[in-house]
């Protein structure tokens, strides 16, 4: 099966450019996260989504930072405009709802996307 | 609310030796998870294991294996006759049932196994 696929693996702008990263998850997943990774903050959650509806976006930066998750298999993060501060790498990852087995409580990360805005 | 300490920022041992990598958690809830994660140098994150908060059984898989304390709060990971391989950055996590199972994760101890 595939895992989380992600999309670019690599970006690189220019401060103020709109940047989007995609994220398909893996196939009868119903929960969707976006992670940012940097030096001075570690992992922290961005967003999440159940059953394609955003549930928590408390760990939204600011405005400038949007996602959506149009169906069950695609979601967007986008930040318009970027600034250099954004540069991180930015995961998604997925996991099954429900229950309380192995497959309901972990999370699998797809190979996040480094970006870097000049 | 729920954290996790990994208290090693860095750790450096020969290949073969065997390293432990602390991890510590704080939480109210009586039904959590905890996890352990790889990111190797190519930056991708691996699950390795994932324990609930009933179950302290130890576990072991292959060279690796980890030691659940729930009386000091301790999720503890030891790799075995380490390889060079397993240098990365290891991350322990914590979900609790009461918070939609979002996960928190700890800092992070980057481990370089020399040849």
């Known amino acids: 099966d595939a895992g989380v696929i992600q999309s670019p693996r690599h970006e690189v702008t220019e401060m103020g450019q709109e940047v989007t990263l995609r994220c398909k998850p893996i196939?009868?997943?119903?929960?969707l996260f976006w992670y940012r990774q940097t030096m001075m903050r570690g992992l922290e959650l961005l967003i999440y989504?159940?059953?394609?509806?955003?549930?928590?976006d408390s760990g939204m930066p600011e405005d400038r930072f949007s996602a959506k998750m149009p169906n069950a298999s695609f979601s967007t993060l986008k930040i318009q405009p970027s600034e250099p501060r954004d540069s991180a790498v930015y995961f998604c990852?997925?996991?099954?709802?429900?229950?309380?087995?192995?497959?309901?409580?972990?999370?699998?990360f797809g190979p996040g996307t480094r970006l870097l805005v000049l | 609310a729920q954290k996790v300490t990994q208290a090693q920022t860095e750790i450096s041992v020969v290949e073969k030796e065997d390293v432990t990598l602390d991890c510590v958690y704080e939480?109210?809830?009586?039904?959590?998870?905890l996890f352990w994660y790889k990111q190797p140098p190519s930056g991708e994150l691996v699950f390795l294991i994932r324990?609930?908060?009933?179950?302290?059984q130890n576990e072991i898989s292959g060279r690796y294996s980890w030691n659940f304390q729930k009386s000091t709060s301790s999720f503890n990971f030891t790799i075995t006759a380490s390889q060079v391989v397993d240098s990365a950055v290891y991350f322990c996590?914590?979900?609790?049932?009461?918070?939609?199972?979002?996960?928190?994760f700890g800092s992070g101890t980057q481990l370089t196994v020399l040849p």
């Open positions: 990852a997925s996991r099954v709802g429900g229950g309380s087995g192995p497959t309901h409580t972990t999370q699998y």
């Open positions: 196939s009868g997943h119903d929960y």
């Open positions: 989504f159940n059953n394609n509806v955003p549930i928590d």
């Open positions: 939480t109210r809830d009586t039904t959590y998870y």
């Open positions: 324990r609930n908060s009933f179950d302290e």
């Open positions: 996590a914590l979900s609790e049932e009461g918070s939609a199972r979002q996960l928190t």
